[in-house]
């Protein structure tokens, strides 16, 4: 899947991000089925499905853009993400995307009783912690003290991983992350999916908005490349003259310490100056008395 967002849009899988919010946005039952699954629990009815939803709290802090939001009948809310590529930020991406999900929903005033339940779901065909082997973390805030204790807040994140090592999921997940891999099955809701992904790359429509993003994305991408090689350019000219600054810096202090080494000599010689007159000012007087002597005499 690595590189699939650079594959032309015939060939574009479940796992590219486009597909998944087109097929999971216009396939409403399809969508219900496949969290069903990873969650464990039923859903009645899904209520206020969007894709790339964006959320921005206040004008000039960070908003996000959610692949795949909506809501059911019991007032819980839910977002899926396919994330293809690993990185170490999703716990706390995770975290962001649920305070969000939650800034969203309080309404200003509002009792936090209110608030409802949340679930964030990241579709993975990695594994997030390679060195335990599962195929899904499901993870709720629980006492350090004792883990059986449970702190009903309403948050559950849950990362579902293509790969992994563990006998943990059912036949029917199993179907499912290996299908995130390109393998097909017998299985119901992966041959939905796949169905959905077909008629996804057939349309008309939808490839001419993806090249256009693909196009948005390369434009920005030229201008991201000449504004770093301007930036590039810069900092050389900035390296240099902070090279040029170095070198006058030294010869200032090469300068100073002549300076200061003429200063000790003069110094020195200011101290054997003082010397002389001082023994001068002694032979002076020595001369006056042997002169008073004289006069007496």
Known sequence: MKGERHLEYEKLTFTNNFIFC?????????????????????????????????IEVTPDGRGVRLDVYFEDESTTMYDIE????????????????????DSKALEKNDNYLTLMDSYVIFICPFNILPEYGYHVYSFQP?????????????????????????????????????????????????????????????NKKWRKE?????????????????????L???????????ATIADKDATIADKNATIADKDATIA??????????????????????????????
Request: net charge negative; proline share 2%; hydrophobic share 40%.
């Open 22 to 54: 087109k097929v999971m946005q216009n396939n409403p039952d399809l969508c219900k089925e496949l969290v069903e699954l990873i969650t464990g629990r039923r859903i009645q009815q899904i209520v206020n499905l969007n894709s790339e939803q964006v």
């Open 82 to 101: 396919m994330q293809v590529r690993s990185n170490e930020n999703l716990p706390k991406r995770s975290r962001f995307y649920q305070s969000m999900m």
């Open 142 to 202: 629980r006492a350090k003290e004792n883990t059986d204790i449970v702190l009903d807040d309403g948050t559950s994140r849950i990362f579902v991983c293509a790969e992994g090592s563990m006998d943990d999921v059912s036949p029917e997940m199993k179907d499912f992350l290996n299908y995130l891999s390109g393998k097909l099955s017998a299985n119901a809701m992966v041959n939905k999916i796949d169905n959905a992904v077909k008629l996804a790359r057939l």
């Open 210 to 230: 993806y090249m256009l993003s693909r196009l948005d994305i390369a434009i920005l991408e030229d201008k991201i490349k000449v504004m770093s090689s301007e």
């Open 232 to 242: 590039e350019e810069k900092d050389a000219t900035i390296a240099d003259k902070d």
């Open 268 to 297: 020195d010689k200011d101290a054997t100056i003082a010397d002389k007159d001082a023994t001068i000012a002694q032979l002076e007087k020595e001369i006056n008395k042997l002169k008073s002597k004289v006069t007496n005499v």
